[in-house]
């Protein structure tokens, strides 16, 4: 259902109308835990170019693909990517930060000490900004605080 309206925003050039259907996705996924609609990330597939919201589903999902088939080395540098090389709009960054929690606890070192340092700077923005409450919504603060110790255990841990 999601995946055929948003092809057809797209096709209409309809960008606004789109991402509020990523909004929805995403709020489904804050309530339930599970991403909706897999079919929407295949019709993405389909457009060369996608606004900011969209592409951030497509590498989302992307994300938890690759987490459910335990290729968790690639799903963390997916997860590092998401937050930093072509950032994800910043009120999913709350979202992004708490599922990296298992990743940072796995037994093995899965971000470097620059990725963790870069994890730490993203959870710094979100705890900083004037916008907080929009961006944890969906999340409480401890939360975060979780993010926070899990990101310094895996600092030390990469640094040994």
């Known amino acids: 259902m999601y995946g055929q309206a948003i092809e057809h925003y797209l096709e209409a050039r309809e960008f606004v109308k789109a991402e509020r259907i990523v909004d929805r996705i995403m709020e489904h ?93 993203c959870l710094e923005e979100v705890l900083t900004s004037f916008r907080k409450t929009d961006f944890i919504k969906a999340l409480r603060e401890q939360d975060l605080e979780l993010v926070r110790l899990a990101l310094v255990r895996n600092l030390a841990r990469a640094m040994m």
């Open 29 to 121: 996924y804050w309530k339930e835990g599970k991403l909706s609609e897999p079919d929407v990330v295949q019709n993405l597939s389909k457009f060369a170019e996608l606004p900011d919201k969209l592409e951030f589903l497509k590498r989302y999902a992307n994300f938890h693909e690759n987490y459910a088939a335990r290729n968790f080395a690639l799903a963390a540098r997916i997860l590092v990517d998401i937050l930093t090389g072509n950032p994800a709009p910043r009120v999913f960054w709350p979202t992004v930060l708490v599922d990296a929690i298992p990743l940072l606890e796995a037994e093995e070192v899965l971000f470097n000490t620059n990725d963790t340092f870069e994890l730490m700077r």
